[in-house]
C-alpha cells in the first residue's frame, strides 16, 4: 500500500469520526465536524497529488478514491439533513446521483475489463463547491448565500453527473463494438 492509499485509508476511517462529532452533544459539533470534514478534503487533494507527481497511480486508488470521495458526501449531506441544514429534494439528488455512480464504476470495472472513469474538471469543480456548501452551511454565513450556493452546487453537480454518463455511454459502446467486431 502506497501513501496516496493510505490517505484515501485515512478518508474512510473520517467518515464515521465525522458522523461522531457531527451528532455529539458538544458545543460548535457541526463546526468541529466540519474540520473533519476539511482534513478529509486535505487528503483528498494529498493524495491525487501525490499519485500523479510520483508515479503511484493504482488500480486500487482509482477505485477508492473515488469512492471515499462519495461515501464522505453522502454521509455530510445526510448529516446535514437530519440536523435541518439542507432541503430533502438536495439530500435526494445528491444520494441518488452518488449511489448512480458508484454503482456505475462498480459495474464498469466489474464487467468492462477492469474500466474505471477518472475524475475530470466537472467532478472536481461539484467536489469543490460542496465543500464551500458546506463550510457556508458551518459557519451559518448566510440563509441567503446557503440556498443560493445550495442551487449552483447542484446544477453543477448535475452538469458533472451528465458528463460522466456521457463518458460511460461512450465506453460502453466502444465495448460492444469491439465485441461485434471479434
Not at 52 to 66: A, F, H, Q
Not at 128 to 152: E, G, P, Q
Not at 163 to 177: E, P, S
Amino acid at each position: 500500500m502506497n501513501i496516496p492509499n493510505i490517505l484515501t485509508t485515512i478518508r474512510f476511517i473520517l467518515i464515521p469520526i465525522y458522523v461522531l462529532i457531527f451528532f455529539s452533544y458538544m458545543e460548535y459539533s457541526v463546526i468541529y465536524a466540519t474540520c473533519i470534514f476539511i482534513l478529509a478534503g486535505i487528503t483528498d487533494v494529498l493524495d491525487g497529488y501525490i499519485a500523479r507527481k510520483y508515479d503511484m497511480i493504482t488500480k486500487w486508488g482509482t477505485i477508492l478514491d473515488p469512492l471515499a470521495d462519495k461515501l464522505t458526501l453522502i454521509t455530510v449531506i445526510v448529516c446535514l439533513y437530519i440536523k435541518n441544514y439542507l432541503p430533502f429534494w438536495v439530500l435526494v439528488f445528491i444520494v441518488i446521483k452518488e449511489l448512480l455512480m458508484i454503482f456505475g464504476g462498480f459495474f464498469l470495472f466489474c464487467h468492462m475489463d477492469k474500466t474505471v472513469i477518472p475524475a475530470n474538471k466537472y467532478g472536481k469543480l461539484s467536489t469543490l463547491t460542496f465543500y464551500i456548501v458546506i463550510f457556508i452551511i458551518a459557519f451559518d454565513i448566510s440563509k441567503n448565500l446557503n440556498y443560493f450556493i445550495i442551487t449552483i452546487a447542484v446544477l453543477i453537480a448535475l452538469f458533472a453527473f451528465i458528463n460522466y454518463f456521457i463518458g460511460f455511454k461512450k465506453i460502453n459502446q466502444n465495448k460492444h463494438q469491439n465485441i461485434d467486431k471479434e
